[in-house]
């Protein structure tokens, strides 16, 4: 192996911890405001710097690479799909944390009612899952499984879509919890966001094993083959 | 236009065959940069181009070598005329122990020009091209070899550029030099290629993706592959280009 190749290595497994963290957060996350739990809350928030710290030093590394080792083809393009999955996984932590600090915040828990009709918990659970499923994808290099995150994000906008709607009628009838509504609804779009950041990262992933751009193209995302190399 | 073109060509050291039915072409106004490791014949292809190989003993071809449409392995073929027109510098600067004035006119000296207006001319041209007139213009009648490493290397590209080839063969031209001067050798490189078509050994990965259009890697006297520079350093289509330059080989 070669001292590049051992260095890549390193930098794979770090990007890793950083998801297996932020992944953990949004997971903390869900669960606090299921639970309406402020330890859980607290918690996150302190997490949150360790989440800061690893992005950081993903950066760093990653131009230390590109600097001293001028790396190509494939090794080339996992060091700039590292450096924007991390960004992402650092936005995707920050919205754990603004749930985190909604949940302290709010003198009441969630109305059972507003969080059925909205399926807040729902979509936490799929935007959690697709954090969860996209990691999966990267260590794996299985661009098939990046794929499915794709269509995974259509059901998160609808969730979103609709979402508004709910939202106005839920205020209609409960003019007393306008401002739980609106938080909700904030959230909600939080979440949609989440879904934006799995499909960024999936677009990495077949880029850096297939070496195709598939950004502002659904057809060219839904199409192509696990390995890219070999074609 | 191609002005260099290769058709199914082998080349043989005696019963070695170090080259392997190579097709390719090069158009006017390009570099070429040719990589591999040690031993894979892109010194020997490179060296077909202005029959340098024919020094060798042992050598002999099949296929078709082509410049500027004109086969130059054919019998009536003028070497001396061929060596004119395809101008080579090699990986260590060779100037001759003379003045850096009479170093750019040898190859006119040898075509018996004398007529000085025009080797004045010649000398002027040449070092500025070679982008070393500056540099030397108030030193013509010095040696050459009280200049530094990356100037000798730029006074034999100016050597060259006096004959007028219109193609320029570099055998790891800036492999003995300095960053500082080997970063002048590609940026004259990167300008000659506005009235030279180029072709280059290099056993820098880099510099080849700094300095071609088009990268030929070979590997054990086959072409491997051949395409865009872009192309071949960011998504090689072979398994075996890729694993050379990320440096996973062997």
């Known amino acids: 192996m070669t001292h590049l190749e051992s260095e890549l290595q390193l930098l794979k497994a770090e990007l ?3 998801w297996q963290l932020v992944h953990s957060q949004l997971k903390l996350a869900q669960e606090s405001l299921a639970n ?4 859980l809350a607290h918690e996150i928030i302190l997490k949150e710097k360790r989440v800061n710290a690893l992005e950081t030093k993903l950066d760093i590394e990653c131009e230390n690479i590109l600097a001293l080792y001028s790396p190509v083809a494939i090794d080339l393009r996992l060091v700039l799909s590292i450096l924007k999955i991390n960004n992402n996984l650092e936005r995707i932590a920050d919205i754990a ?3 985190a600090k909604l949940v302290i915040r709010s003198e009441k828990p969630i109305d059972p009612a507003l969080v059925d009709v909205t399926e807040i918990l729902l979509m936490f659970e799929e935007a959690t899952c697709m954090t969860e499923d996209v990691m999966k994808g990267f260590e794996s290099e299985n661009t098939q ?3 499915v995150i794709f ?3 259509e059901l998160l906008d609808s969730y979103n879509k609709k979402s508004t709607a709910v939202i106005a009628d839920y205020i209609t009838r409960n003019p007393g919890n306008i401002e739980q509504a609106l938080e909700v609804h904030t959230t909600i779009r939080k979440l949609e966001r989440v879904g934006d950041h799995c499909t960024n990262i999936a677009e990495e992933i077949i880029f850096y094993i297939e070496a195709k751009f598939v950004k502002h193209s659904k057809a060219k995302k839904l199409a192509g083959n696990s390995k890219g190399q070999e074609d | 236009m191609n002005r260099i073109y290769t ?3 082998s080349v043989f050291y005696g019963d070695n065959q170090v080259l392997k039915n190579v097709s390719v072409s090069m158009e006017n106004n390009t570099v070429t940069a040719f990589i591999g490791p040690s031993g894979c014949g892109k010194s020997t292809f490179l060296r077909l181009f202005n029959r340098m190989n024919d020094f060798i003993g042992s050598f002999h071809k099949t296929g078709l070598v082509s410049i500027d449409n004109t086969d130059i392995y054919k019998k009536d073929i003028n070497v001396e005329d061929l060596r004119k027109k ?3 510098v090699f990986q260590k600067p060779n100037p001759f122990p003379k003045t850096i004035y009479e170093n750019v006119i040898y190859g006119l000296r040898l075509q018996n020009i004398s007529d000085k207006k025009i080797l004045d001319e010649a000398v002027e041209t040449s070092l500025k091209r070679a982008a070393i007139w500056d540099e030397v213009k108030d030193k013509l009648t010095k040696s050459a070899l009280e200049l530094s490493g990356g100037q000798q290397q730029r006074l034999c590209i100016a050597r060259t550029l006096a004959v007028k080839p219109t193609v320029i063969l570099m055998d790891e031209p800036a492999s003995a030099l300095d960053p500082i001067s080997t970063s002048k050798i590609e940026e004259l490189i990167f300008e000659l290629k506005k009235q030279y078509t180029i072709a280059i050994v290099t056993h820098n990965m880099q510099q080849a993706a700094r300095v ?16 865009d520079t872009k192309m071949i350093f960011t998504n090689p289509k072979k398994e075996l280009t890729q694993q050379y330059i990320t440096g996973r080989f062997g």
């Open chain 1, 97 to 99: 944390k603004s749930v």
């Open chain 2, 86 to 88: 395809v101008g080579m």
């Open chain 1, 16 to 18: 890793l911890s950083m």
């Open chain 1, 145 to 147: 499984l990046a794929r």
């Open chain 2, 7 to 9: 058709e199914d060509v």
């Open chain 1, 151 to 153: 269509k995974r994000d």
């Open chain 2, 212 to 227: 071609s259009d088009r990268t030929i890697f070979f590997y054990m006297g086959d072409m491997v592959e051949e395409g």
């Open chain 1, 36 to 39: 309406a739990d402020k330890d």
